[in-house]
C-alpha cells in the first residue's frame, strides 16, 4: 500500500497479539514503529531494527509526553496513531465509579491525551488516526457495560476528532473487529484456538475468530494512501457479525414447522 514507507507509528497496545500483528505489518511495509505498552517484558522482546519500545500508562501524561519525545529522537517524526490498547475490567451492573473512571480513563482519554501530544507532528506530516472500536458498541451483551459503554464512545470520539483534525490534514478512522484471536480469548480458553472457533462460529458468517494479521491488514489500509479520502468511518472487520442479526447463519422457518 502507498504512503507507509519511511512513516513511523505509535502503537499503544503494541506487545498484544493484535498489536504485535499491526507492529509486524508495519515493519513488513517499511514504516518505523514505536511499541507502546505497559507489558514492558513483552515490548522489549520485540524491539528490532526500525521498531522501538516504549513503556507507557495511558493514564499518565508523563508517560504520553515521553513516549512521543522518545519517537522523535528515534525516528525523527510521527506519522500514525493506532489505539490499541484497551481495559476489559467490567462488572456489568455491580462496576463501582472508579471501575468507570478507570476503563474510560484507559479506553478513551489515554487516546485523546496521546492525539494531543502528537498534534503537531500529525499535522505536519498530514498523518492518520486508527482508534479502535468493537463490535460490542452496537449491542448489548449480557453482563457487559464498561466495555461495550466505552468503545461506542471511541466511535463517537473518532467522528468528533476527524471533524476537527480535518482542517490540520488529519485523518481519524476506527476499526471494529469481531471475536479475535486475541490475548483475552488466549485467557479465557487457556490457549485454545480451536474453542475459540467453534464458539465463535454461530456469531460470525465466516464461522470462525479473525486472525490478528486480518485486523493489521485492515489498519494499514486506513493509514495507507489508499484510503486518502476516508476519514470519520467505521470500517467493521467482523466476519459478518454485524450483517448476520439475531437469526444467526441458520434457517429459522423451518423451526416452525418441526
Given at each position: 500500500m502507498r504512503g507507509l514507507k519511511d512513516k513511523v507509528a505509535i502503537v499503544p497496545g503494541g506487545a498484544t497479539k493484535i498489536g504485535q500483528a499491526?507492529?509486524?505489518a508495519f515493519a513488513a511495509a517499511g514504516t518505523k514503529v514505536m511499541i507502546a505498552d505497559i507489558n514492558e517484558e513483552a515490548g522489549r522482546t520485540l524491539a528490532r531494527d526500525g521498531v522501538g519500545f516504549c513503556?507507557?500508562?495511558l493514564r499518565s501524561d508523563e508517560?504520553?509526553?515521553?513516549l512521543c519525545a522518545q519517537t522523535r529522537d528515534r525516528f525523527g517524526r510521527i506519522d500514525f496513531l493506532v489505539n490499541v490498547a484497551a481495559s476489559y475490567l467490567d462488572n456489568a451492573a455491580a462496576s463501582t465509579r472508579a471501575e468507570w473512571l478507570e476503563s474510560f480513563d484507559v479506553n478513551v482519554v489515554g487516546s485523546v491525551m496521546l492525539m494531543q501530544a502528537a498534534r503537531a507532528d500529525l499535522a505536519k506530516n498530514r498523518g492518520a488516526i486508527v482508534n479502535f472500536g468493537s463490535?460490542?458498541?452496537r449491542?448489548?451483551?449480557t453482563g457487559?457495560?464498561?466495555y461495550p459503554v466505552s468503545k461506542a464512545a471511541i466511535l463517537q470520539l473518532t467522528r468528533n476528532q476527524a471533524m476537527d483534525l480535518a482542517p490540520d490534514g488529519i485523518r481519524v478512522n476506527a476499526v471494529s473487529p469481531g471475536w479475535t484471536w486475541s490475548?483475552?480469548?488466549d485467557q479465557l480458553t487457556h490457549g485454545d484456538r480451536a474453542k475459540t472457533?467453534?464458539?465463535?462460529a454461530p456469531f460470525h458468517l465466516m464461522g470462525r475468530v479473525a486472525n490478528p494479521a486480518e485486523i493489521a491488514s485492515a489498519v494499514l489500509f486506513l493509514c495507507s494512501d489508499e484510503a486518502s479520502f476516508i476519514t470519520g468511518t467505521d470500517l467493521c472487520v467482523d466476519g459478518g457479525y454485524t450483517a448476520m442479526g439475531p437469526e444467526q447463519a441458520k434457517p429459522a422457518i423451518p423451526l416452525l414447522m418441526e
Amino acid at each position: 500500500m502507498r504512503g507507509l514507507k519511511d512513516k513511523v507509528a505509535i502503537v499503544p497496545g503494541g506487545a498484544t497479539k493484535i498489536g504485535q500483528a499491526i507492529v509486524d505489518a508495519f515493519a513488513a511495509a517499511g514504516t518505523k514503529v514505536m511499541i507502546a505498552d505497559i507489558n514492558e517484558e513483552a515490548g522489549r522482546t520485540l524491539a528490532r531494527d526500525g521498531v522501538g519500545f516504549c513503556r507507557c500508562d495511558l493514564r499518565s501524561d508523563e508517560d504520553i509526553a515521553g513516549l512521543c519525545a522518545q519517537t522523535r529522537d528515534r525516528f525523527g517524526r510521527i506519522d500514525f496513531l493506532v489505539n490499541v490498547a484497551a481495559s476489559y475490567l467490567d462488572n456489568a451492573a455491580a462496576s463501582t465509579r472508579a471501575e468507570w473512571l478507570e476503563s474510560f480513563d484507559v479506553n478513551v482519554v489515554g487516546s485523546v491525551m496521546l492525539m494531543q501530544a502528537a498534534r503537531a507532528d500529525l499535522a505536519k506530516n498530514r498523518g492518520a488516526i486508527v482508534n479502535f472500536g468493537s463490535i460490542s458498541s452496537r449491542v448489548a451483551q449480557t453482563g457487559r457495560w464498561l466495555y461495550p459503554v466505552s468503545k461506542a464512545a471511541i466511535l463517537q470520539l473518532t467522528r468528533n476528532q476527524a471533524m476537527d483534525l480535518a482542517p490540520d490534514g488529519i485523518r481519524v478512522n476506527a476499526v471494529s473487529p469481531g471475536w479475535t484471536w486475541s490475548n483475552i480469548m488466549d485467557q479465557l480458553t487457556h490457549g485454545d484456538r480451536a474453542k475459540t472457533d467453534r464458539v465463535a462460529a454461530p456469531f460470525h458468517l465466516m464461522g470462525r475468530v479473525a486472525n490478528p494479521a486480518e485486523i493489521a491488514s485492515a489498519v494499514l489500509f486506513l493509514c495507507s494512501d489508499e484510503a486518502s479520502f476516508i476519514t470519520g468511518t467505521d470500517l467493521c472487520v467482523d466476519g459478518g457479525y454485524t450483517a448476520m442479526g439475531p437469526e444467526q447463519a441458520k434457517p429459522a422457518i423451518p423451526l416452525l414447522m418441526e
